[in-house]
């Protein structure tokens, strides 16, 4: 019996079409005593994994048949219209089917016909080895086959990446010209040799450490006015009148002596002098003149 394929419900491929011929005992074609009718078709129904139930479909609404089909002798054509629902759910996915000739009264070359198979078929996407590649066992995870692909339309996949690269870089300019690339973008504006730009550029160069520091040490006292800055602060110590000689040695003089006690300092030695008690002095004479 010939498999006709897969069909679906809905969408495309939802018609099962397909022709057979009857013929008398000596071998040619002939006529059933009366054209055939869709009620001489019958379907029968496997849900996968399942025997072949022997619950014909029970509607023959959606089934057309020809006889004769364009006025030829003992020829039939048949229509299957799997969008036709009126026996509620016999068409259904990942079932199979087949297609029986069973006439009600209608003979062949006087034989009585009792049920001839016809064709079968399935509902639903076509089954696929999902095991084997090139009859090889292949490597699954998570039900997705694993696949090294080492060749890009019979290129090696090293090489096809090569050539992309290549073909790339290797690109006409003149053949940039799509409004809004990259390619555009670059031929628009890089069109011509990077180290020949700043030469005729608008560049300046920074200023040098010693241009900054002179920058501000010749800074105007008169811009820094802002309290807190080390500019203000600079400005206010210069501004104020240094103390006069008399101011500083009357300021040495003044200094209590209960400030000074580091050994070895001037201001601790005279402290520990005690008025009234006699200092003796370490005096070098050289000299001397005594009046009689």
């Known amino acids: 019996m010939i498999h006709l394929g897969y069909y679906n419900t809905s969408g495309t491929r939802t018609h099962v079409r397909f022709s057979f011929s009857t013929h008398a005992q000596a071998g040619a074609n002939i006529a059933p005593l009366s054209a055939f009718e869709a009620a001489d078709i019958r379907v029968y129904k496997a849900a996968d994994g399942a025997a072949l139930s022997d619950t014909q479909r029970s509607s023959s609404s959606g089934i057309t048949i020809v ?9 039939h054509a048949v229509d299957i219209d799997l969008t036709d629902n009126t026996d509620s759910g016999f068409w259904a996915s990942d079932c199979y089917y087949e297609v ?41 995870s998570g039900g997705r086959p694993e696949v090294n692909a080492t060749h890009f339309a019979g290129t090696a996949y090293a090489t096809a990446i090569a050539s992309l690269v290549s073909a790339i870089w290797d690109k006409a300019t003149s053949a940039l010209t799509a409004v809004g690339s990259i390619g555009k973008l670059l031929v628009d504006n890089i069109d011509a040799a990077i180290s020949s ?14 241009a900054i520091a002179d920058q501000v040490w010749d800074e105007a006292t008169s811009g820094h006015t802002t309290a807190g800055s080390t ?22 003089w003044d200094e209590a002596t209960s400030g000074h006690s580091t050994p070895g300092t001037t201001g601790k030695a005279l402290t520990d002098l005690t008025p009234g008690s006699p200092v003796n002095l370490d005096v070098n004479v050289t000299n001397m003149v005594i009046d009689q």
Request: proline share 8%; aromatic share 6%.
């Open 67 to 75: 006889s004769p089909f364009d006025s030829l002798v003992g020829t």
């Open 100 to 140: 029986w000739l069973a006439p009600s009264d209608e003979t062949i070359d006087g034989q009585t016909i009792t049920g001839v198979q016809l064709r079968c078929f399935d509902i639903g996407p076509q089954a696929v080895n999902v095991t084997q590649f090139g009859g090889t066992a292949g490597t699954f």
């Open 197 to 210: 730009r700043l030469a005729s550029g608008s560049y300046t160069a920074p200023p040098s450490v010693g």
């Open 231 to 252: 500019g203000k602060a600079l400005i206010d110590v210069l501004a104020a009148s240094p103390p006069t000689a008399a101011a500083i040695a009357d300021a040495v």
